[in-house]
């Protein structure tokens, strides 16, 4: 596995290897046991898919560390589980492999279910795999010091108030161009601070069509709920910081019910030394058609459909649908030049605006020359849509939540001819 996205899942089977060591979608064990016991059956699944958010000092209702926290939740998390709305996860499971993909297999939810059923009973402390040892939430994870630190001016997010998206910009104050090793975002009040999305600002750039008015931008970093280990490459693999950018930092607050906050998020860029030459540069590219994106009213299932033709022989590392509360589901097919039909490479269908996990391929996709990259994003702005703000209104492109966006985000790096024929023989 050449290169590295690294989430939150990568320690987690770290910490659990040996308890369930096939991981990710392998974890698809079909097995229900007759008895399930929270100790043996049901404490590896929330460590390997809850955990993570759901421990002291989290954004979250509760912690699920032990019995006598998960005990009282046992129902609700019944409910949740088997509605797939718990763990926050919109893609088909049986569409591409992801990797670090938290999401339960249909035998992990029956567990779940019988289990519950049965009384939720603890079982035999014997059988409990060790507790995970999880990082503080305010660490850098990466140990060593970020070589810069950009940090937002202070936010107030007061209690009960509406939700806000504040866009601060920030120069970098960076001499010459850098390449960077890994980013890592650091919220202030993690209580509040929903996502960050990271974005390297520059004022012109050839071909690029998702700027707008207020400069070009480039998704650096996206951040949402759970992720504390940030991006991080191999080496060999880097993104470019370019002296001029600016970072401009898209945070997002729900506010507390009760307790006001002053953030101020922070953002950390490790390089590599200068002069370091990557061998693969990662771009990232929002597929879009941005100035033909119209919603009527009412509509259930508005369809728009947005190209993007890879000049090079490309790997696709991962795919991240961005939409506001309109938003319904987003597929990604690539169209081969050679291929007589697209092959569908992903398919979130149940998206959920309030969470826009990113969906990183297990391996890297390769795909040749010419292929056209296909995104096809579903709006719902009909009145059953429990979110949407006004299903009267013809709803168009725009940075509020209350206009649409229809972008689904790309990243990738491009590889020579050779290479791809490398990858093709060893398939
Ligand atoms: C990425 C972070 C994240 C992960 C992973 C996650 N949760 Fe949650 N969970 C949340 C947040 C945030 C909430 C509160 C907001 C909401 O209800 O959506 C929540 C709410 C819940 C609730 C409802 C609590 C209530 O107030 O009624 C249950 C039950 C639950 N989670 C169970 C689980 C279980 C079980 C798993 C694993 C299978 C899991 N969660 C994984 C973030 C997460």
Known sequence: MPLSKVSVGAIMLLALAGVNPAGAAAND?????EHPTFTRDVLPILQRSCQVCHRPDMFTPMSLLTYEEVRPWARSIKQRVEARVMP????????????????????????????VDQGAPRGNPADAPAAVAWPAVDT???????????????VVVPPNSIETYPEPEMETGLTEDRYVKWIQVMPGESRVVHHVLVYAVRDSEDGADDGGPRGVRELLANRARGDFVGDWFEDGYARLLRKDDRIRLQLHYLPDDERSFTDRTSVGFKFYPPGYEPDYVVRTRAVSNRHDLIIPPGEPNARSDAYFTLLEPTRIISFQPHMHYRGKAMTLEAIRPDAGRPELLADVNRFAWDWQPTYVYETPLTLPAGTVMHVTAYHDNSAANRVNPDPTAAVGWGQRTIDEMNIGWLDYFHISEEEYAALQAEE
């Open 29 to 33: 064990g079909d097995v229900v046991p």
């Open 88 to 115: 926050p996860w919109f893609a088909d499971r049986t569409v591409g492999r992801y990797r670090d993909d938290p999401s339960l297999s249909d035998a992990e939810i029956s567990t779940i279910g019988r289990w």
């Open 140 to 154: 850098w994870y990466h140990g060593e010091k970020p070589d810069l630190v950009v940090t937002s001016p202070p």
